[in-house]
Every structure is written in structure tokens, then in C-alpha cells.
């Protein structure tokens, strides 16, 4: 840009010497001054006039037509800063008197006002065929409607936004979660483990005492002791189990699959690659319990007589399906609170879930984690 405005500078100088000169003493300049004179203009018009074109299109619609570097500036602005200053750049960048992101109801970030008159746009920000929020901008002046053009180009940077507001709510979604089980576990320590201990050390401090003076009672104490210490050691494996199933540990996530048991009369077949690649320990934990909870479903709700359970891996995914047999899904069918905790699970690793009529009748629970099998 320096370099062309040097060029024009010169060029400008050079016209407007020959300009002042009088007409008569052009005579005396020679001929091949002129031929260079013009094989220089020549060489930087094209370059000169489009640098010009493309510097006075971006200084009154910005840079809307460079779809590339648009895209490029919006991707390295969600990368850094997420969304707040999202809506700046957007109307920086396309010369937009007016964006506004809403998601969940609320406005997450706004620029500039709307003109009077101006058309307002309205475009859906999806992810995975989930409304997350919406991207709305004005045109640039009173009645003024954004070409097709315009709106193919916010339609495609929607994507983008859109993706960002998923990644933001998951981080939401899996923050929660987090304190929610940190609430129960304290909960559980403090109201249940935690009284159980305290009086087994003040029986302890007893029989203590009563062991000389009266050996048959503390005797009597002692076997209270041994069951109040066995219902603390089931009390704390509860809570371990509810941290992390203790049999994928032991045998890994296929075994423990294998292990599971869906009820009197069901039978149950597991089939998985071989051999099997190292998952990330909480999609080990959410395939587990999906597959346990579909698996209950079959033998208490659908009345099952065969169960398949199928795991797949593939590329950067991992696909847990289950199927049965049994009567299917009701009409006008609602989803409890199995199907909820299903859904939950998946939705906090980025997956997943379908759960739907299976091909013959029965019912079809799929699962899809995004993973790096190959970590």
C-alpha cells in the first residue's frame, strides 16, 4: 500500500511538471522520456487503480467480499475472547452499524445501534439441530436491506458463533455438574460416613472401659461395633462406586460390560473391536452407565428376552449401541428420568444419543463420543 502510494505520488508529479511546462518547450523533451513515461503507467495502472478500488470498497463496506480473511478474523476472535467483543468485530469488520447475539433468551453481546429504518436480520445460531441463540444485524443506512451476498456470508460465520455458544454451555453444563457432585459427596461425608465414625470411636472409648469390669458386655459392644464398621465399609464403597464403577478398574471397560446384568430371564451378548482403544476415563464412565441404564430399561420397562450391546470405534469417535427386543417405545412416548440422566451424560462430553424403535420392533439406544482413539 506504501509502495503504490509512492508510485502515484510520482506519477502525479511527473503530470503535473509537464503540465506547467509551456506547450512549446515540450518539443525539446525527447521522445524515448515519453515511451518510458508511458511504459510506466502502463505497468501500475492495473495494480495501482485496483489497490485504490479495493482501499475505498473496505473503507465504506469493510471487508465483506474477503470472505476468507472475514472468516479468519472472527475464528482467531472466538479462539481468544470467546464472545464478548464477538459482535465488535463483526461490525468492524463487515462496517455492520448493528449486531446483537442472543442465547438463552438473554443478549450475550451487542454493538452499535440499529439506523432508523434500517432492516433487521435475523439468522439461527445451530448446533447439531439445536437452536442455541440468535445473530441479529441492521442494514448500514435508513431502508437499506443486506445483499444476498451479506447474508450468505453471516449465515456461514453463524456456524462458527454457534459452535462457540456449545463449547461455552458445556463448560457451563460440566462446571455444575462438578459442584453438584461435590455438593452430594460432601453431603453424603459429612451427614452419614461421617457421624458413623464419630460413634464408633466413642463405642470403641467405651468397651475400653467395660473390657475388665464387665468382659460379656464389651464382648456385646464389640459385635455391635463389627456391623456398625461393616455398614461403614458398604457406605464408602457406595460412594466410590458412585465416583467410578470399581469394575472397570478391575477389568476394563469391555469386561465390565460384560459383567453387567440386566435382569432375571434377559440374556445379554457384548461385542467390541479388537483390541479395544484407550478411551479418556469419563467417556469409559458415561458409557458404562448409559449402557447400564438402557439395559435396566429393557428388562424392567420393555419386558426383554435378548439384549446386544455393541461398541464401535471409529476415526475420533466411539459409538455405544444397545438393543433388545422387547415392546418398544409407548406411544406418545415421555422421557423419565433414565433417559434424562442418558442424555446428560452424553451431552456433557460434546456426544451424542439417539434412543428410538429398533429395526423388528425393540428399542435402540445410540451413543457417539467425540474422542482421540489414538491417544
Given amino acids: 500500500m506504501i ?10 508529479a511527473v503530470v503535473t511538471t509537464w503540465t ?10 525527447p521522445w524515448w522520456s515519453h515511451a518510458i513515461a508511458l511504459a510506466i503507467v502502463v505497468a501500475t495502472w492495473a495494480p495501482v487503480s485496483g489497490q485504490l478500488d479495493r482501499s ?9 467480499d474477503d470472505a476468507y480473511e472475514v472468516a479468519g478474523r472472527v475464528y482467531r476472535q472466538l479462539s481468544d475472547d470467546l464472545l464478548p467483543t464477538l459482535a465488535a468485530v463483526l461490525a468492524r469488520t463487515l462496517a455492520l452499524p448493528f449486531v446483537e ?19 433487521i436480520v435475523t439468522i439461527p445460531l445451530t448446533h447439531q439441530q439445536l437452536r442455541l441463540g440468535t445473530l441479529r444485524v441492521s442494514g448500514r443506512r435508513r431502508g437499506d436491506r443486506l445483499s444476498a451476498t451479506d447474508v450468505r456470508l453471516l449465515e456461514d460465520l453463524a456456524r462458527h458463533v454457534a459452535t462457540t455458544l456449545a463449547v461455552q454451555h458445556s463448560r457451563e453444563q460440566l462446571v455444575t455438574a462438578r459442584e453438584e457432585e461435590r455438593r452430594r459427596i460432601r453431603r453424603d461425608l459429612h451427614d452419614g460416613l461421617g457421624p458413623t465414625l464419630a460413634s464408633l470411636a466413642l463405642q ?11 468382659p460379656q458386655a464389651a464382648e456385646h459392644l464389640i459385635a455391635e461395633l463389627r456391623a456398625d464398621v461393616r455398614q461403614a465399609t458398604a457406605e464408602i464403597r457406595r460412594l466410590v462406586y458412585e465416583l467410578r464403577p470399581p469394575m472397570l478398574d ?14 432375571d430371564g434377559v440374556t445379554r451378548t457384548v461385542s467390541a473391536p479388537e483390541p479395544m482403544p484407550a478411551l479418556p476415563a469419563a467417556v469409559e464412565v458415561a458409557i458404562y452407565r448409559i449402557a447400564a441404564e438402557a439395559l ?11 439384549c446386544a450391546v455393541e461398541l464401535a470405534a471409529a476415526g475420533e469417535s466411539v459409538t455405544l449401541t444397545v438393543t433388545d427386543d422387547g415392546r418398544g417405545l409407548p406411544a406418545g412416548y415421555l422421557a423419565g428420568v433414565g ?37
Fill in 3 to 12: 509502495g503504490y502510494a509512492f508510485v502515484v505520488a510520482g506519477l502525479t
Fill in 20 to 29: 506547467a511546462r509551456p506547450l512549446d518547450s515540450l518539443a525539446d523533451i
Fill in 56 to 64: 475505498v470498497h473496505q473503507l465504506v463496506y469493510g471487508q465483506r
Fill in 101 to 119: 447475539i442472543e442465547a438463552g433468551g438473554d443478549v450475550v453481546t451487542s454493538h452499535g445501534v440499529a439506523p432508523e429504518g434500517a432492516a
Fill in 204 to 214: 470403641l472409648g467405651v468397651a475400653q472401659r467395660t473390657l475388665r469390669t464387665d
Fill in 250 to 263: 478391575e477389568f476394563g471397560l469391555v469386561d465390565a460390560l460384560r459383567h453387567l446384568r440386566p435382569g
Fill in 296 to 306: 435396566h430399561n429393557a428388562s424392567r420397562h420393555a419386558q426383554a428376552a435378548r
Fill in 339 to 375: 433417559h434424562h440422566s442418558m442424555r446428560e451424560r452424553s451431552a456433557e462430553l460434546g456426544g451424542t444419543i439417539e434412543i428410538g424403535h429398533a429395526p423388528g420392533g425393540g428399542t435402540r439406544v445410540t451413543a457417539t463420543f467425540p474422542v482421540r482413539t489414538d491417544a
